[in-house]
C-alpha cells in the first residue's frame, strides 16, 4: 500500500512544482511592476515639484504686471477680492505649467524616439529607399534649397529636434538658476565669475542640487521607465 500510494503521487507533485515554477515566473514581472507605477507615482511628484520654478519665472518676468493690470478692478471689491488673487496666482500656475511642459517635451522626446524600434526602423528604412535629387549648378537656388531640404529628410528631423533639444537644456538651466540662485549673493553674474576663478566657497550647494534635479530628474526617470519596460518585455518573451 506503501508503494501504490508514492506512485500516485508524482503527478500532484509535478502539478506543484509546475505551478511553483509558473509562481515563480510571476514574481520578476510583479516585482517590475510595483518597480514601474514606483516610477510613474515619482515622476508625478517630481513634476509638480518641478513646476514650482517655472511659475516662479513666470511671474518674475511678468513682474505680476499681468496679475495687476488684469485684476485690478475686481480686486478693490471686498466680495471678490479672494477669488480675483485665487486667478492672478492660477494663471501663474497655468502658464509656469505649460512653459515646464513644453520644454519637457523637448528634452525627453529624443529619449523616447531613441528607445522605439519601430522609429528607428522607419526612419533608416526611409533613408536607404527614399530617391534623392541631384542638385544641378542651373537650378533655380529656391529649387536647390527645395532639393537639400527633401534629401536631408527625414534625418534632419532628428538632428533639428538635437539642436533643439540644447537650445531647451540652456534655456532650462538659466531659469533654474535664476530662481535657484547657485551662489549665496544671489546675483546672477556672480556665479560665472565665481565659476572661471574657482571660488567655490561661495557656492550655494543646496541650491545648485535643486537646479540640477529640476533639470535631470524627469529625464532620469523617464530613462528609468523605458529600462523597467524593456526588462519587463524581455522577461516575458523569455518566459514564453
Known amino acids: 500500500m506503501a508503494l501504490g500510494s508514492k506512485s ?33 507615482l515619482t515622476a508625478v511628484y517630481f513634476a509638480y515639484l518641478n513646476i514650482q520654478p517655472y511659475e516662479m519665472a513666470v511671474r518674475f518676468l511678468s513682474g505680476q504686471a499681468i496679475n495687476q493690470a488684469f485684476f485690478y478692478l475686481i480686486s478693490v471689491i471686498p466680495i471678490v477680492n479672494g477669488i480675483a488673487n485665487f486667478l492672478g496666482q492660477g494663471i501663474t500656475w497655468i502658464l509656469g505649467t505649460m512653459l515646464w511642459g513644453v520644454i519637457q517635451i523637448i528634452e525627453v522626446l529624443p529619449l523616447i524616439l531613441y528607445n522605439h524600434e519601430g522609429f528607428m526602423q522607419q526612419v533608416i528604412s526611409n533613408v536607404d529607399s527614399r530617391s534623392r535629387y541631384e542638385i544641378k ?103 514564453h
Open 137 to 239: 549648378q542651373t537650378d533655380d537656388p529656391t529649387l536647390a534649397m527645395l532639393k537639400r531640404t527633401y534629401n536631408a529628410l527625414p534625418i534632419s528631423v532628428v538632428s533639428n529636434l538635437e539642436r533643439l533639444k540644447i537650445v531647451t537644456y540652456t534655456v532650462d538651466f538659466l531659469i533654474c538658476i535664476t530662481v535657484y540662485s547657485p551662489v549665496h549673493s544671489g546675483k546672477f553674474s556672480d556665479f560665472f565669475w565665481y565659476l572661471g576663478t574657482g571660488q567655490w566657497n561661495k557656492f550655494d550647494y543646496a541650491n545648485l542640487s535643486l537646479a540640477l534635479i529640476t533639470l535631470f530628474a524627469i529625464e532620469v526617470i523617464v530613462s528609468l521607465i523605458i529600462w523597467v519596460g524593456k526588462l519587463s518585455y524581455a522577461i516575458k518573451e523569455t518566459n
Open 8 to 40: 500516485s503521487n508524482p503527478g500532484a507533485s509535478a502539478w506543484q512544482s509546475g505551478g511553483s515554477h509558473n509562481k515563480s515566473k510571476k514574481i520578476p514581472q510583479q516585482w517590475l511592476r510595483i518597480l514601474y507605477w514606483g516610477l510613474v
